[in-house]
Structures are given as C-alpha cells and as structure tokens.
C-alpha cells in the first residue's frame, strides 16, 4: 500500500514565525503536491512537483515556498506565518503520469496565533 | 482560468433514499477523478473518467462524464451510514499539472 506521511497532525505556531511541514511517501512516486483545505473551498492546490528539485506554482502560492531535494521528501514552508494561513495542510503524491491517482497523506491542522 | 462548481454543497438524506452530486467545469476536461473523505479523515480516491459520455459504476456509486468532457456526477442509490462524507471531484484540465483543480465538495449526511 501507498504510505503518505507528515510530519505533524496538529500544530500551533504564532504570527511571523517560520514553519516547516514535512511530508513523506513510500512509493517512489515522481509527483508530489501541495494543498490547503477550507470548509466551502474544497483543497486548494499550493504548489506541486514533478521531479526532484522541480516546483510548479498551483492556485495559491502566495506566502508559500516549497523544497523537494529528494524524491520521497515535500516539505512546505510558511516563511512568515500569518493568521490567514490556518488550515488544514494536505500532502498528496501520485505516479508517473499527469492526472493518475493521488495519494493523500492524513493532514496537518496549522493554526497560526 | 479553469473555473469548477460542485453542487450542493450540503445534502441531508434519509438511509435509503438516493444522493446526486454534480461537478461542472467552465472548460473541457482531460478527465475527471471522484475522492471521498470521511469525517476527520483524508480524500481517497474512488474513480477516473476520461472518455466523453463515461459511465462506470462501482457496487451502488454510478460515476457519469458528460458528453462535452465538462460536467459530472456522483449517484448513490439506496445510500446507506457508511456513505457519510464529503465527495470531491477534481477536474484536469489540459496537460498542464496546474490545470487540477478541485470542486468544493459535497457534504453528505445520512440519517439511519
């Protein structure tokens, strides 16, 4: 079975602080993405990856940065966190192919004091 | 840019009545794919459409493509507690990775 993880269920950080959110899949697949989710706005695509080292800005990049240097490893990067980017942070991974299947890990709840 | 509208946004069913919901896409699609997330849980995948007019089936979920590749729909019949959740459709549109876009889901209750 395809194992998707992050790093953290639950998170609290305060305003202005520099968070890292970790996400890791087992089954060397070459995309990774991204995604915040609201209630009434479904999951909104952040960034995505296709290849080591290679990033594709999504729908809302805006005060995001992500850092893929190995295949299995996503991590996304608030640099400076506001309040407005409380959410649930999904991580999702899929195979070669553009549309094939995601893979979504459990989810992390940021929430930003 | 790609525009998705899934509606309703809420429904409330009894055990046993059926349950529609529909994804409609401003522009035509590569193909579509069906998710379901359960209360506190992650999306998972339940189906890909590709051809225009699709229909596939799945035990008592029916997944339907349109004819123009711009709109789908999800029907349960007879739906039943473990069909609770929200489901999500998630429109590819052209080559491009950042033509994925999701709807904003469906939230489906049902009283047993």
Same mark, same amino acid.
């Not at chain 1, 490893?73 to 991580?91: G, H, K, P, V």
């Given at each position: 079975?395809v194992?998707v993880t992050q790093?953290s269920?639950?998170l609290?950080k305060?305003?202005?602080?520099?968070v890292?959110?970790e996400?890791? !899949?087992?089954m060397?697949?070459e995309?990774?993405?991204?995604y915040? !989710?609201?209630?009434?706005? =479904?999951?909104r695509?952040i960034?995505?990856?296709y290849?080591v080292k290679?990033k594709?800005?999504g729908d809302?990049?805006? =005060?995001y940065?992500?850092?893929?240097e190995?295949?299995?490893?996503?991590?996304?990067?608030?640099?400076?966190?506001?309040?407005?980017?409380?959410?649930?942070?999904l991580?999702?991974s899929?195979p070669?192919?553009?549309y094939?299947?995601?893979?979504? =890990?459990? =989810?992390t709840?940021?929430?930003?004091l | 840019g790609?525009?998705?509208?899934q *509606?309703?946004?809420?429904?409330?069913v009894? +055990?046993? +009545?059926?349950?529609t919901? %529909?994804?409609? &896409?401003?522009?035509t699609? &590569?193909? *579509?794919?069906? %998710?379901k997330?359960?209360?506190g @849980?992650?999306?998972?995948?339940l *189906?890909?459409l590709v051809? &225009? @007019? +699709?229909?596939?089936?799945q035990?008592?979920?029916?997944?339907?493509? @349109? +004819?123009?590749?711009k709109n789908s729909?999800?029907?349960i019949?007879?739906?039943q507690?473990?069909?609770? @959740?929200t489901?999500?459709?998630l429109?590819?549109?052209g080559? &491009? %990775?950042?033509k994925?876009?999701?709807?904003?889901?469906? *939230?489906l209750?049902v009283?047993?």
């Amino acid at each position: 079975d395809v194992k998707v993880t992050q790093s953290s269920r639950y998170l609290v950080k305060r305003t202005g602080e520099k968070v890292f959110l970790e996400c890791v !899949q087992d089954m060397d697949h070459e995309n990774m993405f991204w995604y915040r !989710q609201d209630p009434g706005l =479904g999951l909104r695509l952040i960034y995505f990856s296709y290849d080591v080292k290679m990033k594709e800005k999504g729908d809302i990049p805006e =005060g995001y940065s992500v850092s893929r240097e190995k295949k299995e490893r996503f991590s996304l990067i608030l640099e400076s966190a506001s309040t407005n980017q409380t959410s649930m942070y999904l991580c999702a991974s899929s195979p070669r192919l553009a549309y094939n299947e995601q893979f979504f =890990g459990p =989810g992390t709840r940021l929430t930003v004091l | 840019g790609q525009q998705v509208m899934q *509606i309703p946004q809420y429904q409330h069913v009894q +055990e046993g +009545e059926d349950f529609t919901t %529909y994804c409609n &896409s401003s522009t035509t699609l &590569s193909n *579509i794919q069906w %998710y379901k997330q359960r209360p506190g @849980g992650h999306p998972v995948f339940l *189906i890909q459409l590709v051809k &225009s @007019g +699709e229909v596939k089936k799945q035990k008592r979920l029916t997944f339907q493509f @349109g +004819e123009a590749k711009k709109n789908s729909s999800l029907h349960i019949t007879a739906t039943q507690t473990t069909d609770v @959740g929200t489901y999500f459709c998630l429109c590819a549109g052209g080559t &491009s %990775y950042g033509k994925l876009t999701f709807g904003q889901g469906t *939230i489906l209750t049902v009283h047993p």
